[in-house]
Structures are given as structure tokens and as C-alpha cells.
């Protein structure tokens, strides 16, 4: 749980206006093996906001 909640972290900073948001439902998927795994491919396939 820790490790997907680092890893969603890092990828929402960069992808997301709301990081801790999706980070806290990253982790929260993690009970579910498949659905915590799908929340970060949604997460890294999404694109990065303009700077």
C-alpha cells in the first residue's frame, strides 16, 4: 500500500490539479489487488498539465 501511494503520488504531482486526492484513492483501491493497479494505469496513462 505504501509503494502504490508513493508511486501515485509522484505521477499525480505532475498529472493531476488534486495530488492528494488521487493519491488517497490510489491507496484505498490497493485493498482490491486489480482495482489499485488500474487506478495507476489510469493515472500514468493520463497527460501532463500544461506548465
Known sequence: MVIVGLIAWRLARRK?????LVTVIC???????????LA???V???QDLPA
Open 16 to 20: 493531476s490539479e488534486h495530488p492528494a
Open 27 to 37: 491507496t484505498r483501491l490497493c485493498r482490491f489487488p486489480p482495482f489499485g493497479l
Open 40 to 42: 495507476l494505469l489510469l
Open 44 to 46: 500514468a496513462l493520463k
